[in-house]
C-alpha cells in the first residue's frame, strides 16, 4: 500500500516543475492583465479620451477578474486545477489578440472584461494548487515564488507594451504582449506536473456554492486578509496607472520612453515577494505583513516629493512593500481556511483584490485629476493605514500569523 501525499519537498523534481511551471503562468496572466497600462497615455491620445477613461481598459479586465474568481474556483473543483488554469489562459490569449483590433473605446473594454474574466483562472485556483501539492511547512515560501512570477508577468507586460507601443502604436505594444503569453502559455502546460493532492468535488454532494462561500465570509481573521488585498491592492494600481501622466508633466516631464523605464521597478516587488514568504517562515506572517505595509507607506510618501530621484526610490519602496504585502496575504488565506473550501477562499481574496484594482484604480483617477498629486498621495496612504490598522485588530491573534 503506498503512503499518503503529503506535498512535493523543495529539492526534488516535481517540485522545481511546480513552482517554474506556475511562474509562467504567473507571467501569461498578469503581462495580459496590465497590458494596456504602459500606453494610457497613447490609448487616451488615440482614442481622444480622458486619463481616468484610458484607465477603465485595466479597470474592466481587473473587474472581469474579480467577478470571475469564486465561479472558476467552483469549476476547478469539477475538472481539475490544471486544466481549469489552462483553459483561462488559453482563452484570454485568444482575445488579447483581438483587443487591439478595436476603433473606439467601447469594443476595447469588451474585450478587455471578457479577457479578465477568463484570466481570473489563474489566481482564483493557483494557490489551492499549490497548498495541496506542496508540503505545508514551505507553504509561504512558494507562494512567494508564485507572486514573484506574477510580478515578472506585470514588468513584461508592461515593458513590451510600453517599449514596443512606443515605436509601432499601443496597439502593436498589446500584440507584442499577446506573442509573449503564448510562449508562456506553452511552458506552464509543459511544465506543471499532475495534481496529486487534488479531489474532485463529488456532482451533487456536499454543501452548495453559497455555503462553501459564507464558510471563509464567517471568519474574521479572512475578512481581514481579503481587506489587505482590497486596499492594498487598489493604491497600487491607481500609483502606477497615473503616475506616467504625473511624470509627463512638469516639474519632471519625462519623455514616454522613460516612463516606460519605470516599471522595471517592479523587479523590486520579484526580490520581496519570496523574501517575504521566507521570513515569513522564519517569524511568522502577522509581523511580515505589518512591516511591508509600513515601506509600502514610506514609498507612497516619497512619490509626493518634486525630485525624480526621490519619486524613483519611493516607487522601488512601494513596489516592494507592496507584493511583500501581497505574497502574505495571498499565502495566509488558503493555510487558514478549512481545507474543504480552499479554493473558494483563495477566490475571495481575489474578489476583493481585483475589486479594489477596478474600484480605487478609476476612482483615484478622478481624485488626481480634480484636485491634484498631492491629494492623490494622501488617499494612498488612508488606504495604506486602513489595512494595517484592521490588520492589528484581527489578525494578531490569528494562529495561521505565527507560522
Known amino acids: ?21 506556475l511562474f509562467f503562468a504567473g507571467v501569461a496572466t498578469f503581462a495580459q492583465l496590465y497590458a494596456t497600462q504602459a500606453v494610457l497615455p497613447q490609448i487616451a491620445s488615440d482614442l481622444r479620451i480622458g486619463p481616468a477613461s484610458a484607465a477603465l481598459s485595466v479597470s474592466a479586465a481587473t473587474l472581469g ?7 472558476w474556483s467552483m469549476v476547478a473543483d469539477r475538472i481539475g486545477r490544471i486544466p481549469a488554469m489552462a483553459t483561462g489562459v488559453i482563452i484570454a490569449t485568444v482575445l488579447g489578440i483581438c483587443a487591439p483590433l478595436s476603433d473606439g473605446i467601447l469594443p476595447l473594454l469588451i474585450l478587455r472584461l471578457g479577457e479578465g474574466i477568463a484570466l481570473g483562472a489563474v489566481p482564483a485556483v493557483a494557490l489551492a494548487y499549490l497548498s495541496e501539492e506542496v508540503r505545508s511547512s514551505h507553504a509561504a515560501a512558494a507562494a512567494g515564488s508564485y507572486i514573484a512570477g506574477t510580478t515578472l508577468g506585470g514588468l513584461t507586460g508592461r515593458l513590451v507594451a510600453g517599449g514596443i507601443g512606443e515605436a509601432g502604436g499601443w496597439r502593436a505594444g498589446v500584440w507584442g504582449v499577446a506573442a509573449v503569453c503564448i510562449v508562456c ?15 474532485p468535488a463529488a456532482r451533487g454532494g456536499g454543501p452548495g ?3 462553501r462561500l459564507l464558510r471563509p465570509l464567517r471568519s474574521a481573521p479572512q475578512l481581514a486578509v481579503y481587506a489587505q488585498g482590497f486596499l492594498l491592492m487598489g493604491a497600487f494600481v491607481a500609483v502606477y496607472n497615473y503616475l506616467g501622466f504625473h511624470l509627463a508633466a512638469p516639474p519632471f516631464l519625462l519623455p514616454a ?3 516606460t523605464l519605470l516599471f522595471v521597478a517592479y523587479l523590486a516587488g520579484t526580490v520581496s515577494s519570496p523574501w517575504a514568504g521566507s521570513l515569513a517562515s522564519r517569524f511568522g506572517r502577522f509581523p511580515v505583513l ?11 510618501v516619497l ?30 488565506v488558503p493555510t487558514d481556511a478549512d481545507p474543504a473550501v480552499r ?3 483563495s477566490s475571495l481574496y481575489y474578489f476583493g483584490y481585483y475589486a479594489g484594482s477596478s474600484l480605487f484604480g478609476w476612482i483615484l483617477g478622478l481624485v488626481f485629476g480634480g484636485l491634484g498629486w498631492e491629494w492623490f498621495i494622501a488617499g494612498i496612504l488612508t488606504m495604506c493605514a486602513a489595512s494595517a490598522v484592521i490588520a492589528a485588530i484581527a489578525l494578531r491573534a490569528s494562529p495561521s500569523g505565527r507560522v
Not at 2 to 13: N, V, Y
Not at 65 to 71: E, Q, S, T
Not at 290 to 300: D, E, F, H, R
Not at 322 to 332: L, P, R
Open 1 to 21: 500500500m503506498s503512503e499518503p501525499f503529503t506535498g512535493h519537498a523543495p529539492g526534488s523534481r516535481e517540485y522545481r516543475r511546480l513552482i517554474i511551471g
Open 290 to 300: 505589518l512591516v511591508s505595509i509600513g515601506v509600502t507607506a514610506s514609498g507612497a
Open 209 to 211: 456554492i453559497l455555503a
Open 257 to 259: 520612453w522613460l516612463v
Open 303 to 332: 512619490l509626493a516629493m518634486p525630485t525624480t530621484g526621490l519619486v524613483l526610490t519611493g516607487l522601488v519602496l512601494f513596489t516592494a512593500g507592496f507584493f511583500g504585502a501581497h505574497a502574505i496575504a495571498s499565502g495566509w
Open 343 to 345: 479554493a473558494q477562499a
Open 65 to 71: 477578474l474579480a467577478a470571475a474568481v469564486v465561479p
Open 185 to 199: 502559455a506553452v511552458l506552464f502546460l509543459w511544465l506543471t506536473p499532475r495534481a496529486r493532492g487534488f479531489l
